[in-house]
């Protein structure tokens, strides 16, 4: 995974709440069998519309999406977070993540801030006032900025530990092999098997 | 202090606990099918891993496969080569594969219970949100993404913070002619779609205890929609009865102490839940979504609302765009909205109880001039059981089409999809925008629901069907 500590850079504010998984990659790309090549299909229905906010020429570049609440609900699908990083979009912020979308991100780098809807409503403002204006996401000091707008976000200190080392969770939990065949050992015997071994 | 059933099955699957960090869960089934699994496999490959436990792991196709002409090539060449990547890497990596063709092939929520591999007190995970459907049984059971895919391949275990619980009490009794289906569609209704987040919710309360187990894997399939990882109902004798005999069921002593165990996976009654739900099952009627989330629904008897109406300005937008998307106008009656598509199958409503509930409405009556109605199976299982009972008969008679297991219309990746503009009544889970395919409208339904939309062609209820049907096709059943 890549490691994340500070980025930079301007965002696209999408007034949207309840954006699910299949509007952020539809169904039919997910029939690819790698983890890159999805950033054609991210958002692939509503960038149909010339007035679809990604496709306006002043948020070309940009990498910070600030969405409405509820984001990446539905499917499980990992690939909408590849979508949006092979787009270039580092960081997501919303007042609300659906939870397998935000597990998701974290374990892709790709990171997922949480803020009061009157901040993201500020920075909703602020973006669209101004394309220009940046948006600061530091992972460090857990704090997003931007003119004007200072906020503080909340991250497990674990799940931020592992990001801005770019920790791979397999080799962490694979530290624990001890401890994982001792539960082995333990465990009932009338538990379900899928075949004999 | 009591403990919740979450609780006990979450704590009798930590591996590891450690303060400020997740605590480390021991996964007792993993079930994969092609579409969030090949990313996976890659980085085992990568990575010189091995899959760690074969006899937890099992996998079938679903998503991709096609309901007609299962016995050809497959037509998308995209589509065949997924198909054809978890064939290899089930090959190489030596995990039992469930084929197209195969008899116990399926859409995998429906095989893991019918196989006797989906236990209560387990925990189960698949690269798949609807794994929700197995808490049914008292399992805690979750949606993961690819990257957990391959974490639990791995290791068999996957880190985790523990969830809070939300108790969702149905007290009462369904009225005849309301099914599981209308349940969960009111609590998503009254709870929104991000009302679970957070949480593992706790179905409960008299009318869930007299649900049979197929309608309880309903209720839990579509926890997801509330926003909720995971839903689960306390194992009890309709369980235990379900179980028995299925090819993975424990045997003998093995069953003894099974149940046993099984008997003590009940919320305690000093128990505090960190959030609780109440509602008067008495009080519900069939139920049908307008919008393009499953939280957008209504009883069938009301009208499409008017955006205006919401006070918070981004449910009014969302109202907006959804009435746009789905070519409705505030005030229209629901009943009168006419459908393209019936759509009964899916991980939410494809098993036999489904299958015979539209069965038994179709009978004798004639699928609507205009309407395609499609019955597809959630598993071959399921699909032969149909056939023995005749229920293929019945519908193929009321002009509906007979298909093969899998998916199928519930996402479109497969040939079954709407077109652009095409509007159906669907038993399956997500009526988001282009989900059944581009440009399609979806209405979320029951199978009862659908069955005799199919037959009006317009949304209703089998109470709005005044006519007597023809006599049953079905001799001697």
Redesign the interface.
């Known amino acids: 995974m890549e490691a994340f500590t500070t980025h930079t850079g301007r965002a696209v504010p999408l007034?949207?709440?309840?954006v699910?998984t299949?509007?952020i990659i539809?169904?039919?790309w997910?029939?690819?069998?790698?983890?890159d090549g999805f950033e054609d299909g991210l958002f692939e229905?509503w960038r149909k519309d010339g007035e679809f906010v990604l496709n306006k020429p002043e948020r070309r570049g940009a990498t910070v999406l600030v969405a409405?609440?509820?984001f990446g609900?539905?499917?499980?699908?990992?690939?909408a977070?590849w979508a949006l990083q092979n787009y270039g979009f580092k960081a997501v912020i919303s007042s609300?993540f659906?939870?397998?979308f935000r597990?998701?991100s974290l374990?892709?780098g790709l990171l997922t801030v949480v803020l009061d809807q009157q901040v993201v409503d500020a920075l909703w403002e602020l973006t669209e006032r101004d394309p220009q204006a940046e948006i600061t996401v530091d992972l460090q000091d857990r704090q997003v900025r931007a003119e004007g707008i200072t906020a503080d976000f909340e991250l497990?200190?674990?799940a931020r530990w592992r990001l801005l080392n770019g920790l791979d969770?397999?080799s962490?939990?694979?530290q624990?092999e001890p401890?994982?065949a001792e539960?082995?050992s333990k465990?009932?015997?009338?538990?379900?098997?899928?075949?004999?071994? | 202090m009591g403990r919740t059933l979450a609780e006990k099955v979450w704590d009798d699957h930590v591996v590891r606990r450690a303060e400020g960090e997740p605590d480390l869960l021991f996964i007792d089934l993993h079930l994969l099918h092609e579409v969030t699994s090949p990313q996976a496999f890659d980085g085992l490959r990568q990575a010189g891993r091995p899959v760690r436990r074969l006899d937890l792991t099992i996998a079938t196709e679903d998503h991709n496969t096609p309901t007609l002409d299962i016995d050809k090539p497959i037509a998308d060449p995209v589509s065949r080569a997924q198909l054809e990547t978890l064939r290899k890497n089930c090959a190489e990596f030596g995990v039992r594969l469930h084929s197209l063709g195969d008899v116990e092939q399926g859409v995998v929520h429906v095989v893991g219970p019918q196989l006797g591999l989906t236990q209560p007190g387990t925990t189960v995970v698949c690269g798949d949100s609807h794994t929700s459907t197995h808490g049914a049984f008292g399992a805690l059971a979750f949606g993961i993404g690819t990257s957990q895919v391959e974490h639990v391949l791995a290791t068999q275990t996957l880190p985790m913070a523990p969830p809070k619980t939300m108790a969702i009490t149905v007290d009462g009794e369904l009225p005849d002619g309301v099914t599981a289906k209308d349940l969960i569609l009111a609590i998503i209704a009254k709870i929104g779609t991000g009302g679970g987040q957070g949480y593992v919710l706790e179905y409960r309360g008299p009318a869930i205890e007299k649900l049979s187990m197929e309608a309880r894997m309903t209720i839990c399939n579509m926890s997801i929609e509330a926003g909720a990882r995971a839903g689960m109902i306390a194992p009890d004798a309709t369980t235990f009865d379900y179980i028995e005999g299925r090819d993975h069921a424990p045997k003998g002593e093995e069953w003894d102490a099974a149940v046993a165990y099984w008997k003590t996976l009940k919320t305690d009654e000093d128990a505090v839940f960190d959030a609780e739900v109440y509602i008067d099952a008495s009080e519900l009627a069939p139920f049908v979504t307008w919008g393009t989330n499953p939280g957008q629904g209504a009883p069938l008897s009301a009208h499409v609302p008017d955006p205006a109406s919401y006070e918070d300005a981004s449910e009014r937008f969302a109202a907006e765009k959804a009435l746009e998307y789905m070519g409705l106008t505030a005030g229209q009656a629901l009943r009168d909205i006419k459908v393209d598509t019936v759509f009964v199958g899916s991980c939410t409503n494809g098993r036999i109880e489904d299958l015979r509930a539209a069965a038994s409405i179709v009978e004798g009556r004639k699928v609507a001039d205009g309407v395609r109605m499609l019955i597809v199976p959630g598993s071959v299982r399921v699909a032969l059981q149909a056939i023995e009972e005749g229920l293929d008969k019945v519908f193929v008679a009321a002009g509906a089409e007979w298909r093969h297991a899998g998916c199928s219309m519930c996402l479109g990746m497969n040939p079954d999809q709407l077109a652009p503009g095409e509007r159906s009544a669907s038993t399956s889970n997500r009526n988001f925008e282009g989900r059944q395919g581009k440009g399609g409208r979806t209405h979320l339904v029951s199978p009862q629901v659908a069955a005799a939309t199919a037959v009006t062609g317009h949304l209703s209820s089998p109470a709005d069907l005044t006519d007597a049907p023809d006599a049953p096709v079905t001799a001697g059943v």
């Open positions: 007034r949207r709440s309840n699910d299949d509007q539809p169904a039919h997910l029939k690819k069998v790698t983890r229905a409405g609440p509820d609900t539905g499917s499980s699908r990992e690939h977070v609300r659906a939870d397998i597990g998701n374990k892709n497990d200190e674990n969770d397999i962490i939990t694979l624990n401890a994982i539960y082995e465990r009932r015997s009338y538990k379900p098997r899928t075949v004999q071994v």
